[in-house]
C-alpha cells in the first residue's frame, strides 16, 4: 500500500512538474507582430530618402536590423502576398493578377497565420492581409477587414472642397464602369479624379489605417497573456493618397527631391521596352502630369506614408506599454516597390528597381541592431518566422531564413533575388534577376525586349546596356542563371 502511495505521488509530482514546464515553455514562446504597409517602397528616412517623415519606422528599424536590399517577388498586392504567405515564388502559387487564389494551385499549402495557428498560437489578422483569399480553411482567432471605400469617399470630399474654393484644375470624370453602375441603380455616379490625392481637413479617426491601427492595439490587449502570431496591413500609401493636412504641411513640395524624368535635361524612354513602360492609371487616370503636378503626388504619397508611420507608432506605443516588445518578433515590409514618377511612370507593376525594392525590418529577442546590404527576398519571411517560434517549415516554402544574416549581418546574403511580372498592356510575362551590381530582365523570354543596368554607374536605371556588343557574355550568364531559377521553381 506505501509503495503504491508513493508510486501514485511520484507520478503526481511528475505530472505536475510536466504541465509547469509545458506552461513555462508556453510563456516564453516568441510572439510575431507582422506588419504589412501597402504599396510603401524604400521612401523612409531610414533608407535614406532625405524627405521622409518616418520616425517610427525609422526608430524600429534602429532595434533591429535593416535590409538594404529587399525585394518583391512580383510588384502587384495579390501576386507578392500570395508569395510571403505561403512561403513560394510565383511560378509556385500560379498567382499573376488579383484575381486568382493560390488555393488553385496550392490547395493544401499552410500560410503564415495558419502555421502559427496550428502550433497552438493565438493568431490574427486585421486590415490588409491576405488580398483574395481569406484564407477560410483556417479560422483564426481575430480576423478583421479594412473598408477600402472609406478614404475614396475622404478622397471626393476634399475634392469637392477644392472646388468649392475655386480650384477647378481637376474636374470630376466619370468611367463607364460607374456610368454604367449609376445608370442601373438610379444613382449618382462616383467621382473618379486624374490627380488622385488630396489633403484632408478630417481628423486622423477617420481614416481607415487609424481604425485597422485601434482594432490592432485592441487585439494586443486580448493577446497579451498568452503566445501570439498577429498580421497587420494598413492601407496607406496606396492610392487614394489622402491624409489629414498636418500630414501634408509635414513635406515642404518646393524641396522634394524629384527623379530624372522631371529634371533638367529629362530622360529619353527610347531605349526602354514597350512592355516595361506600363500606361499610369493610379495616381494620374487621363493625362500625364505637369512638373508642377508630379512634385504635389509625390508630396502626398510620402504624406501617407508619413501618416501610416503615426499609426505604426501607436500600434508599437501599445506593444511596448504591454511590455511585450522584449518577446516579440516584429516585421515591417511593403508588399512591393512603387514609381513615382520614375521613368515618367506613377504606379506598381514594373520590374525596375523602384517597382520591386522594398523595405524589410526586423526586430527580434536577441537580434543586435544593425544594417545587412546582402541581396534577400520577401519569400525569405515565412521560413525566418517559422525559425524564429521553432516550428517545422513546411515543404512548400522555398524561401531561405534570414536568421544568419540577422546573426551576422555583415555576412553575405543571395547571389542573386527574382521579380516577376505581367505586363499590364502588352499582356507579356517579364523575369527580373538583380545581382550584385546588374539588373537583368527579358519580357516573353526576350522577344519583347530586355534590358540590363550596371548599379554600380547607374543606380536609376537610366542607360539600357542590352544592346552594347560587350555586354553580350554577362547577359547569357545572367540570363543562364535567370533560366535555371524558373526551372527550379
Known amino acids: ?14 505530472f505536475v512538474c510536466t504541465i ?24 523612409l528616412s531610414c533608407y535614406g530618402d532625405r524627405d521622409a517623415q518616418t520616425p517610427h519606422m525609422d526608430a524600429l528599424a534602429a532595434r533591429g536590423v535593416r535590409f538594404d536590399r529587399a525585394y518583391t517577388q512580383f510588384s502587384l498586392c495579390n501576386p507578392t502576398r500570395a508569395a510571403f504567405l505561403t512561403g513560394c515564388y510565383p511560378e509556385r502559387t500560379h498567382v499573376y493578377d488579383l484575381t486568382t487564389s493560390f488555393r488553385k494551385a ?13 502550433a497552438g498560437y493565438t493568431a490574427g489578422r486585421i486590415g490588409k492581409v491576405f488580398h483574395v483569399s481569406d484564407d477560410a480553411w483556417t479560422k483564426l482567432d481575430v480576423q478583421i477587414g479594412a473598408p477600402l471605400t472609406k478614404d475614396q469617399a475622404i478622397l471626393e470630399e476634399a475634392k469637392l472642397a477644392q ?23 438610379g444613382e449618382e455616379a462616383d467621382k473618379s479624379y486624374n490627380r488622385c490625392y488630396a489633403a ?29 502570431f498577429l498580421a497587420v496591413g494598413f492601407i496607406r500609401p496606396h492610392t487614394p493618397s489622402v491624409a489629414p493636412q498636418a500630414f501634408f504641411d509635414l513635406i515642404d513640395p518646393v524641396k522634394i527631391a524629384m527623379p530624372a524624368f522631371y529634371q533638367s535635361g529629362g530622360e529619353n524612354p527610347a531605349a526602354i521596352p514597350k512592355a516595361a513602360l506600363r500606361p499610369n492609371n493610379n495616381i494620374f487616370r487621363y493625362q500625364a502630369p505637369s512638373v508642377s503636378e508630379a512634385r504635389e503626388a509625390r508630396r502626398a504619397y510620402l504624406a501617407t506614408t508619413a501618416f501610416v508611420d503615426s499609426q505604426i507608432g501607436r500600434l508599437l506605443a501599445k506593444l511596448a506599454e504591454l511590455k511585450l516588445d522584449t518577446n516579440t518578433v516584429v516585421v515591417l515590409t511593403g508588399d512591393h516597390g512603387y514609381q513615382l514618377g520614375e521613368h515618367g511612370l506613377w504606379a506598381k507593376q514594373t520590374l525596375f528597381e523602384e517597382g520591386t525594392h522594398v523595405p524589410l525590418i526586423v526586430v527580434a529577442p536577441g537580434v543586435k541592431p544593425g544594417v545587412c546590404t546582402g541581396l534577400v527576398e520577401q519569400v525569405d519571411i515565412y521560413p525566418t518566422l517559422a525559425g524564429f517560434a521553432g516550428l517545422l517549415i513546411p515543404k512548400q516554402v522555398q524561401g531561405r531564413t534570414l536568421q544568419p544574416l540577422l546573426t551576422a549581418p555583415s555576412a553575405q546574403g543571395k547571389t542573386a533575388v527574382f521579380s516577376t511580372m505581367v505586363s499590364t498592356h502588352t499582356k507579356l510575362i517579364g523575369h527580373s534577376i538583380r545581382t550584385e551590381r546588374y539588373r537583368y530582365i527579358e519580357w516573353d523570354e526576350g522577344r519583347g525586349g530586355r534590358q540590363l543596368y550596371d548599379h554600380a554607374s547607374d543606380p536609376h536605371e537610366l542607360n539600357n546596356l542590352v544592346d552594347q556588343p560587350s555586354q553580350a557574355e554577362r547577359i547569357n550568364d545572367l540570363r543562364n542563371q535567370l533560366v535555371k531559377h524558373l526551372s527550379e521553381v
Open 1 to 14: 500500500m506505501i509503495l503504491k502511495n508513493t508510486a501514485l505521488l511520484a507520478f503526481t509530482l511528475f
Open 200 to 228: 484632408s481637413k478630417r481628423p486622423a479617426s477617420d481614416f481607415t489605417d487609424y481604425q485597422i491601427a485601434d482594432e490592432a492595439i485592441t487585439a494586443l490587449e486580448s493577446f497579451k497573456n498568452k503566445p501570439f
Open 20 to 43: 509547469a514546464v509545458f506552461a513555462d515553455e508556453k510563456i516564453s514562446r516568441t510572439n510575431v507582430l507582422f506588419i504589412i504597409v501597402d504599396d510603401l517602397t524604400t521612401t
Open 106 to 118: 496550392l490547395p493544401e499549402a499552410v500560410t503564415l497565420p495558419q502555421l502559427f495557428k496550428n
Open 163 to 185: 472646388a468649392s474654393e475655386g480650384d477647378l484644375s481637376d474636374p470630376p470624370h466619370e468611367t463607364n464602369k460607374t456610368r454604367k453602375k449609376s445608370a442601373k441603380n
